[in-house]
């Protein structure tokens, strides 16, 4: 079975960096698509970013892009979200997930999921 163990959360101040890791295992990276998705407190589940498994083509939302960059390490079998500029309102918990179907922005087309880890931006 896939597994996704996300880490390096915490806090920061507002304008600060910090970056997230997602290790994968189970079954062979390379095959699967993956994304960011974050949920903040009293809201949706909202996509964040999204990397493809063959191109290594990536997608943002608008509220992200130009901060935030995906990227991954096939060989080390883990995921990344390098975050810049960070803001309060991108306070949430953020959570890595993969499939090995179509690549999506919408969370619910993603079977597998980490555990979360919280990014708290203070102002």
């Known amino acids: 079975q896939v597994q996704l163990v996300e880490s390096g959360g915490g806090l920061v101040q507002a304008g600060g960096s910090l970056r997230l890791d997602c290790a994968f295992s189970g079954r062979t990276f390379g095959n699967y698509h993956m994304a960011w998705f974050r949920q903040a407190p009293g809201k949706e589940r909202e996509f964040v970013a999204a990397i493809r498994r063959s191109d290594g083509s990536t997608d943002y939302a608008d509220s992200v892009k130009d901060r935030f960059t995906i990227s991954r390490d096939n060989a080390k079998n883990t995921l990344y979200l390098q975050m810049n500029s960070l803001k309060p309102e991108d306070t949430a918990i953020y959570y890595c997930?993969?499939?090995?179907?179509?690549?999506?922005?919408?969370?619910?087309?993603?079977?597998?999921w980490g555990q979360g880890t919280q990014v708290t931006v203070s102002s």
């Open positions: 997930a993969g499939t090995a179907g179509i690549s999506s922005t919408v969370a619910q087309w993603y079977p597998y």
